[in-house]
């Protein structure tokens, strides 16, 4: 009997172990992969650390059992937003990548704003009184999901969807007038 208590002592601390391992690596991942994306003079380059980013996000959902969530973050966030994003600069098309993401002068003052935010959630975090669930995640957690999509929320999803449609044709329109007119010489007002 105190052998049995013992080894499921040590699995529930394995289990634990892991997953407080798995939480602090991701969360070191997306803090190092945000700031690389504020730092990096290539704008490429700063997309493709903001799809870590994201990939270091879904991470984060699958520790939660919310596969669907971590599968979506993939699919749009990590996929669609930084293929939108490359698809913008390869419209645009720079001459010189190098320099495509300049720092500008309002650095002290984004990073007192940063400041401020951080204090502002670290009280937050220290004054809120958690509580832990100890119910199980359903086994099937993308059923639910899908039928409220597609039930009681459908009209508020298909509009998100023609608003995301609206938006990519009217970026291409504004992408290909200003190259229209960088083509010509003349000023854009």
Not at 50 to 65: E, R, S
Not at 68 to 93: E, N, P, S
Not at 168 to 185: M, W
Request: charged share 15%; proline share 2%.
């Amino acid at each position: 009997m105190i052998d049995l208590i013992g080894r499921e002592v040590v699995d529930v601390f394995l289990s634990n172990f892991w997953s407080i391992g798995a939480f602090y690596t991701l969360a070191l991942v997306i803090v190092a992969s945000g700031i690389l994306v504020v730092l990096m003079k290539n704008i490429v380059h700063s997309v493709l650390w903001l799809a870590v980013c994201f990939i270091g996000m879904a991470g984060l959902f699958l520790t939660l059992d919310a596969d669907f969530l971590a599968a979506v973050q993939v699919l749009v966030y990590a996929g669609a937003v930084c293929i939108m994003v490359v698809l913008g600069i390869m419209v645009i098309r720079r001459a010189d990548m190098k320099f495509s993401n300049p720092f500008n002068t309002q650095v002290y003052a984004a990073a007192g704003v940063v400041a401020l935010v951080l204090a502002v959630c670290t009280f937050l975090a220290v004054k809120t009184e958690w509580m832990v669930s100890r119910a199980r995640v359903p086994e099937n957690t993308v059923e639910p999901i899908a039928t409220l999509l597609l039930s009681k929320y459908v009209v508020p999803f298909e509009v998100a969807a023609v608003l995301l449609l609206v938006a990519l044709i009217g970026a291409l329109l504004i992408a290909r007038e200003v190259k229209t007119d960088a083509n010509t010489g003349s000023q854009a007002d």
